[in-house]
């Protein structure tokens, strides 16, 4: 039980900007941290719910909302996503063999490449958001414990990079099937949330979900031979975007 309590406190000291907990980050107290990690997840999509709710009344254009939109999950999260994907862009961006490209993600000092990526996103999720119907932020507030759950389930159902250190989060025994379990039934519920706000862009939101976890498990394999924690994060922020851009064009209907 004692486990599971600092696998709690770790996951809202590591992943938000919670105050640090004194928990050593070992194999014991980290064994459980992936199912927690979610409920980051959970408060990020509350605040957003509440903004929904007051910015119609205090905005009189789409600009501000939609950098609180953009901003807000980084914000909570204290960037710890974040930093997966500026290591893993600047890897990917380097052009350079697999094991470089590893080096990569194990340098704190970030590239050119990683600047620019991360420039180009907030630009393209402020651009996404300020199109985003006051809706559908009550349906995307579900988002962000979906993205993390499939951060969850990638580490502990894929294949790890030979240098990645994810193991430390793998559960001994058949406890690894019960945490997937677990994450798969927030996907599931927060699916059927989705849904139930509105059929078509939840729909929609699902496919971009499921779009940027296949983009997540290639780009993963085949530059760094594995899952490793810096591309999960780039995987939360690939998710973050297109399963808004999902949303936007289940609202837009722009195939029509």
């Known amino acids: 039980m004692k486990s599971v309590w600092n696998s709690l406190l770790l996951a809202f000291s590591l992943y938000s900007i919670s105050p640090k907990a004194k928990v050593e980050r070992n194999r014991e107290n980290s064994r459980f941290i992936l199912i927690f990690i979610p409920l980051v997840g959970a408060v990020i999509g509350f605040c957003i719910?509440?903004?929904?709710?007051?910015?119609?009344?205090?905005?009189?254009y789409a600009?501000?909302?939609?950098?609180?939109?953009?901003?807000?999950p980084s914000l909570l999260s204290a960037g710890?996503?974040?930093?997966?994907?500026?290591?893993?862009?600047?890897?990917?961006?380097?052009?350079k063999p697999r094991e470089e490209k590893l080096q990569i993600l194990e340098d704190s000092h970030g590239g050119y490449f990683a600047i620019i990526a991360c420039v180009w996103y907030f630009m393209i999720a402020v651009g996404i958001w300020s199109e985003m119907p006051v809706d559908g932020l009550f349906i995307l507030s579900y988002s962000f414990v979906i993205s993390r759950s499939l951060y969850g389930i990638s580490i502990l159902a894929s294949k790890h990079a030979k240098e990645s250190k994810c193991s430390v989060y793998i559960p001994e025994g058949g406890l690894r099937g019960i945490e997937i379990f677990i994450l798969l039934s927030y996907i599931g519920v927060c699916g059927?949330?989705?849904?139930?706000?509105?059929?078509?862009?939840?729909?929609?939101?699902?496919?971009?979900?499921a779009a940027a976890f296949l983009i997540h498990l290639h780009v993963a394999k085949k530059h760094f031979g594995g899952i490793t924690e810096d591309s999960a994060?780039?995987?939360?922020?690939?998710?973050?975007?297109?399963?808004?851009?999902?949303?936007?064009?289940?609202y837009k209907q722009w195939w029509v």
């Open 49 to 60: 719910s509440r903004w929904a709710i007051g910015y119609p009344y205090l905005c009189s």
């Open 63 to 72: 600009i501000l909302p939609a950098v609180v939109g953009a901003v807000i």
């Open 80 to 95: 710890a996503h974040l930093d997966g994907f500026f290591r893993t862009m600047d890897a990917l961006y380097s052009n």
């Open 192 to 209: 059927v949330q989705m849904i139930v706000l509105n059929r078509e862009v939840g729909i929609a939101c699902l496919g971009g979900a």
């Open 233 to 250: 994060g780039f995987f939360v922020h690939i998710c973050e975007v297109l399963m808004p851009l999902a949303a936007l064009i289940a």
